[in-house]
Antibody, heavy 120, light 113 residues
Framework: EVQLLESGGGLVQPGGSLRLSCAAS????????MNWVRQAPGKGLEWVSG????????YYADSVKGRFTISRDNSKNTLYLQMNSLRVEDTAVYYC?????????????WGQGTLVTVSS | DIVMTQSRDSLAVSLGERATINCKSSQSILKSSNNRNYLAWYQQKAGQPPKLLIY???TRESGVPDRFSGSGSETDFTLTISSLQAEDVAVYYC?????????FGQGTKLEIK
């Protein structure tokens, strides 16, 4: 059974940093692209970042480019999102999401999400 | 970026009746090399993460009831629930994964009339 377990969310002041983690199990983590998708309170879904498995290429939404960094540790089956220079508008539930195969494929599994609140 | 627009923000349908949710992309998401539409539909119930329902615009994910179906091509897509059940109350999102950034429609909230 595929499981994705996010952690690391919490309350942070504007300008601060936070690192999210996603522990994956139930599939061969190193074989699949992975993503972070967020959802602001009461709002829709926004793809934030993705990372391929073949060459580790990373992709970002314009809204987070230069501030967020996605990475993966295939030896630990873990996906990360380093978030710097956080803004109030980054407040959201952050979901770890597995791609069906490469980055240009549907998202077939989602974690339960971790809440990030940016507020003074 | 490809903009995904769902025609309605909310929809109320009676139990047992048909529900139709429309989604339009700002450019074609049909890849000519494999003749696939890079369009997926997700269901999100309150307090839960999204769940994949339909991929390639019309292929049902394993375990999804057959009352859910998808149709359309290139820029215009539809999710149909043939006979609405109480457990179908949710927000439904379309998503294109043809290009990065992947983008979602704004969501359609489906309720019981």
């Amino acid at each position: 059974e595929v499981q994705l377990l996010e952690s690391g969310g919490g309350l942070v002041q504007p300008g601060g940093s936070l690192r999210l983690s996603c522990a994956a199990s139930g599939f061969i983590f190193s074989s699949y692209a992975m993503n972070w998708v967020r959802q602001a309170p009461g709002k829709g879904l926004e793809w934030v970042s993705g990372i391929r498995t073949s060459d580790g290429t990373t992709y970002y939404a314009d809204s987070v480019k230069g501030r967020f960094t996605i990475s993966r540790d295939n030896s630990k089956n873990t996906l990360y999102l380093q978030m710097n220079s956080l803004r109030v508008e980054d407040t959201a539930v952050y979901y770890c999401a597995k791609s069906y195969n490469d980055i240009w494929s549907r998202t077939d599994y989602w974690g339960q999400g971790t809440l990030v609140t940016v507020s003074s | 970026d490809i903009v995904m627009t769902q025609s309605r923000d909310s929809l109320a349908v009676s139990l047992g009746e048909r529900a139709t949710i429309n989604c339009k992309s700002s450019q074609s998401i049909l890849k000519s090399s494999n003749n696939r539409n890079y369009l997926a539909w997700y269901q999100q119930k309150a307090g839960q993460p999204p769940k994949l329902l339909i991929y390639w615009a019309s292929t049902r994910e394993s375990g999804v009831p057959d009352r859910f179906s998808g149709s359309g091509s290139e820029t215009d897509f539809t999710l149909t629930i043939s006979s609405l059940q109480a457990e179908d109350v949710a927000v439904y999102y379309c998503q294109q994964h043809y290009s990065i950034p992947q983008t979602f429609g704004q969501g359609t909230k489906l309720e019981i009339k």
